[in-house]
T-cell receptor, first 113, second 117 residues
Framework: DGGITQSPKYLFRKEGQNVTLSCEQN?????MYWYRQDPGQGLRLIYY???????QKGDIAEGYSVSREKKESFPLTVTSAQKNPTAFYLCASRKTGAGNTIYFGEGSWLTVV | AQSVTQPDIHITVSEGASLELRCNYSYGATPYLFWYVQSPGQGLQLLLK??????LVQGIKGFEAEFKRSQSSFNLRKPSVHWSDAAEYFCAVGGLPGGTSYGKLTFGQGTILTVHP
């Protein structure tokens, strides 16, 4: 089945460590996104990529990094510089020409311990 | 900058009752508009979307939404709520092609729906 796969579903990190969240899609979508979700704050855009080897900062990019070496993959690294990393992270993708319809993965929970 | 407001943080309805979730947006033109639903600990599922044309759009699970340009609103409705509709609902706005916000969505803070039997 086509879809967006995020892994791991649950991740625990010690303070001061970097951690990478995986996002893979087999929908042949051109654009990919990372959102962060905190209770009562909706979703906030971290980074997005419209094409391979190119990406842009979203509204809350500080403390995060991404790469887009393949069309199917858009991993997110939460660095030790991120002050409050405990959150639910959602990856999404969109096919160019399909309006603005964005489809989401199932999310990854990151907890800093 | 575009923005979305969902005035109701939490709504409780009885099963079988009608439902309306409010959404107001701020944008320089008529944007693309979306409603998503999220079950606890899950990703977001697209319910419906408005790009242009008929201002009343039908979605999945019996939901519909009406775009009102004069009120900058895109309220979500359902005539009869089922217990399985309990979830969090998000309204989102997307920028038009050629604009700096094209391809990105801005979300409201969400409305949590509780359904009583």
């Amino acid at each position: 089945d086509g879809g967006i796969t995020q892994s791991p579903k649950y991740l625990f990190r010690k303070e001061g460590q970097n951690v990478t969240l995986s996002c893979e899609q087999n929908l042949n979508h051109d654009a990919m996104y990372w959102y962060r979700q905190d209770p009562g704050q909706g979703l906030r855009l971290i980074y997005y990529s419209q094409i391979v080897n190119d990406f842009q900062k979203g509204d809350i990019a500080e403390g995060y990094s991404v790469s887009r070496e393949k069309k199917e993959s858009f991993p997110l690294t939460v660095t030790s510089a991120q002050k409050n990393p405990t959150a639910f992270y959602l990856c999404a993708s969109r096919k160019t020409g399909a309006g603005n319809t964005i489809y989401f993965g199932e999310g990854s929970w990151l907890t800093v311990v | 900058a575009q923005s979305v407001t969902q005035p109701d943080i939490h709504i409780t309805v009885s099963e079988g009752a009608s439902l309306e979730l409010r959404c107001n947006y701020s944008y320089g033109a008529t944007p693309y508009l979306f409603w998503y639903v999220q079950s606890p600990g899950q990703g977001l599922q697209l319910l419906l979307k408005y790009f242009s044309g008929d201002t009343l759009v039908q979605g999945i699970k019996g939901f519909e939404a009406e775009f009102k340009r004069s009120q900058s609103s895109f309220n979500l409705r359902k005539p009869s709520v089922h217990w399985s509709d309990a979830a969090e609902y998000f309204c989102a706005v997307g920028g038009l092609p050629g604009g700096t916000s094209y391809g990105k969505l801005t979300f409201g803070q969400g409305t949590i729906l509780t359904v009583h039997p």
